[in-house]
């Protein structure tokens, strides 16, 4: 009897898409691909690892570059802590490993960021070594070929159907098989309306068979969303502008750069901005009362944003860890997308 794995190697190497990554064995590649495809679009995040490896061609090279630089390569990817934890990891391969990626599954695990779907991954892709991964695309494949209807986001759900992968994982090519599950899962097994008609695991599918497909797989708890409300003062004259970098006890963007921010529970009006200690510090202004309003969204965030133009004849660093630069200049420093979208609706009008 033709096995799973066969069908889906089978599958896989007449559908697989075409992607820089899956040209290298190199485990650095493989790792910074992997970091960049956790929570981002393959089209968005091919652009981002050309530039990435490209700039930072192999693990030395990023673990001597300034922290300021790695964020600026990843900004618009969001998720910044992923760029802080490749940072840091390249760092202790440097030191621990001599800058010789590791290749045991344990010292792989052991880096900074690296979770067992990551690790997995590596070292199946680059080293065969025989660890099934269990993303997203793995847990619907997995869930609707045996019909298995345990949350997947259980202690539960995660312990059977890390089980069951490593169970199914053809340990002859460990990476073949992790590559094709996936891939499968991306394009043929979708979340919505997959082809099963069509599909070539149809007859082995019990979803298909009990017609659960539509059902699985199945979540036990919706992620709860935070509302924000961030008032930005874009403090400036002519193309001099006001940054602030963020500290590192908050819980987005650390270290990155915005406007000076006014969080509270409510967006401001231009009569409590007037009246903001802030404003006391920037000397005399005009404030144009007309502000500009983005709604951004994060995974558990929703942020509600508002930009006020403020003209001073001369611009100062009024609040802490701000600085002055220009528009020209602010792309030097890493600063979030909700940031981007503001200057790109301010360029064109
Ligand atoms: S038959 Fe449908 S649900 Fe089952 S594996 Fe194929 S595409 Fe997925």
Known sequence: MVSLSSVLAFWYGHYRRELPWRETRDPYRIWISEVILQQTRVNQGMEYYLRFVDRFPDVCSLAEASEQEVLAMWQGLGYYSRARNLHTAARQVVSQHNGTFPSSYEEVRALKGIGDYTAAAICSIAFDLPHAVVDGNVYRVLSRLFAIDTPIDSNQGKKEFQELAQKILDIQSPGLHNQAVMEFGALACVPVNPDCENCPLKLNCRA???Q??????????????????????YVHSGDEVVLQKRSTANNIWKNMYEFPLI?????LTPEEVVCHPHLLEIGPFTLNPQPIDFTHLLSHRKINARFYKIEVDTVSSFMKNSLITTLQEIHHYPIPRLITRFLEYFCAV
């Open 263 to 267: 969080e509270a529970s409510q967006l």
């Open 212 to 233: 659960l497909v539509s059902q699985l797989p199945v979540k036990a708890k919706k992620t709860a969303v935070k509302e924000l409300f961030y008032t930005y003062l």
């Open 208 to 210: 298909y068979e009990l």
